[in-house]
């Protein structure tokens, strides 16, 4: 059987749905056997590759890169799946749209710098304007909401697109769990 | 004052004949029933104002769905509480309810006993389709034991109805137009400063989400005691 070329990647979150993705701990042997992470944190690939079957994406996009990447992820994936409530709704990460980025820039880079204060122009993306969920970008296939995703709903998710059955997402996890 | 005839009607609720006294509310005739409607802002022992219209359904020959909880039964209509159409206006609604105000879950004291949050789980939205305004208002935490946070509320007006018609003492009500609507006390005072307000902690037990709650709780402590005003309305009824 040919394996699915699975792609994870982490923008704007925190990092703690791909630990919770981790968290399967011996499950990950079992899924190993019908994937091939072909990009992702856990993987040294520099490039976003081209046709991947899933690629499962952590975090807001808050960035111009954040946007240029999801349009190329869309471009190169058959599937998107949004894992976690920062992909979905913005989250933890938007949370600094009350106030604008300009305001979280401020702060960062001035009242709280003691030297050289100015505005970061090298190598760090620049800002949008608010942080948006990747369905206001592209369009999204699957969203398995959580804050992290538990690794139980992650496995079940993947099980159920491996084998292609049917599962009841919030039966498993909802915003905020 | 001049008191209507109660009269019993006949009518229909996804097929299933039921009966009503006149004076009631399909919701009402549809849980005596056991048949589920969603609501939202409704809760038991208090007035219905239908100002979130989750509970809306289809009645035969309407054009549009209406608001099951102030919707008086009429003698053989044909009632549905659910079609893709109500389906997707229920949808609808959440979405704007989740992208009115910050709702974010993962930071809410309230998370796992939000009323907001289960309304996810029960009609199955994966995501808003609606994108999200980041409107930000002020937090009120000028009162000793709760605070007011505006960016939570849905506007439900529970807390309103609750401290007028059960405590009595009308302290809370709505100020400012659309969107731009907030929960009050007294003329727009800080909570602490409310003469009228007598701190029974009621709007914040009746409250759905994390927008009243108590101070110097934790996220595992959180008890919102939601059915005590029914408890309450029942016990006085029986005086």
């Known amino acids: 059987m040919k394996k699915i070329r699975l792609g994870t990647i982490w923008l704007d979150g925190c990092s703690g749905c791909h630990m919770s993705f981790l968290d399967m701990d011996e499950r990950l042997i079992e899924i190993a056997e019908y994937v091939d992470v072909v990009y992702s944190p856990y993987v040294d690939m520099k490039e976003f590759p081209e ?23 869309r471009e190169n994936s058959k599937l998107i799946l949004a894992l976690g409530d920062c992909a979905i709704t913005g989250n933890v990460s938007a949370m600094k749209n009350l106030y604008g980025s300009e305001a979280v820039l ?3 880079y001035f009242e709280l710098a003691d030297l050289n204060q100015k505005y970061p122009s090298k190598v760090v993306p620049t800002l949008l304007e608010s942080v948006i969920p990747l369905h206001e970008a592209v369009k999204v296939d699957y969203f398995l909401p959580g804050c992290p995703t538990p690794a139980d709903a992650i496995y079940e998710m993947l099980k159920s697109l491996i084998e292609g059955t049917e599962i ?8 905020g769990k | 004052m001049i008191k209507e005839k109660v009269r019993v009607k006949n009518f229909k609720i996804d097929g299933v004949c039921v009966t009503g006294q006149s004076n009631q509310t399909i919701l009402e005739v549809a849980h005596d029933n056991d048949i589920e409607i969603p609501t939202m802002c409704h809760l038991r022992g208090l007035s219905n104002v239908g100002s979130c219209r989750m509970c809306i359904v289809e009645i035969e020959g309407r054009h549009e769905p209406i608001p099951s909880c102030t919707a008086k039964i009429k003698e053989g209509m044909e ?47 994966g995501h808003s389709f609606t994108p999200y305004l980041n409107q930000r208002f002020e937090v009120d935490a000028s009162h000793k034991n709760f605070v007011n946070d505006p960016n939570r509320c849905i506007l439900c007006t529970r807390c309103i109805r609750v401290c ?16 731009n609507t907030r929960i009050i006390h007294d003329m727009d005072e800080p909570w602490a400063d409310s003469t009228s307000c007598t701190s029974c902690g009621k709007c914040v037990y009746v409250c759905p989400t994390g927008a009243l709650y108590e101070k110097d709780i934790s996220e595992e402590e959180v008890v919102k005691k939601r059915e005590i005003i029914t408890e309450l309305v029942k016990n006085r009824g029986q005086r």
């Open chain 1, 168 to 175: 009841k997402i919030h039966e498993l996890t909802r915003f």
């Open chain 2, 164 to 179: 007028d018609e059960i405590e009595g003492a009308h302290a809370l009500d709505l100020f400012g137009r659309g969107l």
């Open chain 1, 106 to 108: 401020q702060r960062g």
């Open chain 1, 51 to 73: 046709s991947v079957d899933l690629t499962i994406v952590e975090g807001a996009l808050s960035t111009d890169h954040d946007l240029r990447i999801i349009k190329k992820i």
């Open chain 2, 79 to 125: 009632v549905t509480t659910s079609s893709p159409r109500i389906k997707a206006a229920r949808e609808m609604i959440l979405s704007m309810m989740f992208s009115e105000r910050s709702h974010t879950c993962s930071t809410c004291v309230v998370n796992g006993d939000c009323q907001l949050q289960s309304k996810s789980v029960e009609l199955e939205l």
